[in-house]
């Protein structure tokens, strides 16, 4: 059996401002908070890990070599999520990704990189049984 994780730990110069970002992006919550460390939980119902930033003294330097995937929710689409994104304070990052790719990598405004993912949860549900029964017609983004 595998180890069970926690949290996951984001470094940030900023702690409060950075965790408040995600939950606005995200529609998550703030738990616990005090000046160097902030913990962010999804809402009740919602399976996924938390996470817990912490600051540090030193600015982010490279790129990461850990990132986030995120993907539109039923109901919108990565037109409207970008536009979402950017107007919180994403940036566009060029990673060298390239033209044709289907998703969009931006930055928080910390410099972390993430990438926008093209499909919802139930699109990538309906591609990958599609792709089960032998009938899909394209990737899973």
Same mark, same amino acid.
């Given at each position: 059996?595998?180890?069970?994780?926690?949290?996951?730990?984001?470094?940030?110069?900023?702690?409060?401002?950075?965790?408040?970002?995600?939950?606005?992006?995200?529609?998550?919550?703030?738990? /616990? =908070?005090?000046?160097?460390?902030?913990?962010?939980?999804?809402?009740?119902?919602?399976?996924?890990?938390?996470?817990?930033?912490?600051?540090?003294?030193?600015?982010?330097?490279?790129?990461?070599?850990?990132?986030?995937?995120?993907?539109?929710?039923?109901?919108?689409? *990565?037109?409207? /999520?970008?536009?979402?994104l950017?107007?919180?304070?994403a940036?566009?990052?060029?990673?060298? *990704?390239?033209?044709?790719?289907?998703?969009?990598?931006?930055?928080?405004? /910390?410099?972390? /990189?993430?990438?926008?993912?093209?499909?919802?949860?139930? =699109?990538?549900?309906?591609?990958?049984?599609?792709?089960?029964a032998?009938?899909?017609?394209?990737?899973?983004?």
């Amino acid at each position: 059996m595998g180890l069970a994780l926690a949290q996951l730990c984001i470094d940030s110069h900023d702690p409060s401002s950075l965790a408040r970002w995600w939950a606005d992006v995200l529609g998550w919550r703030v738990v /616990e =908070e005090d000046e160097d460390e902030v913990d962010l939980e999804p809402p009740p119902g919602v399976a996924a890990t938390p996470w817990l930033f912490l600051r540090v003294p030193e600015a982010k330097r490279v790129k990461n070599r850990l990132h986030v995937d995120v993907r539109p929710p039923d109901g919108s689409d *990565q037109a409207t /999520e970008l536009e979402r994104l950017l107007a919180l304070g994403a940036v566009r990052v060029d990673i060298g *990704q390239g033209p044709d790719v289907t998703w969009h990598v931006l930055a928080d405004p /910390e410099g972390n /990189e993430f990438c926008l993912l093209r499909s919802t949860p139930s =699109e990538l549900a309906a591609l990958l049984a599609a792709e089960a029964a032998g009938t899909a017609g394209g990737e899973p983004a």
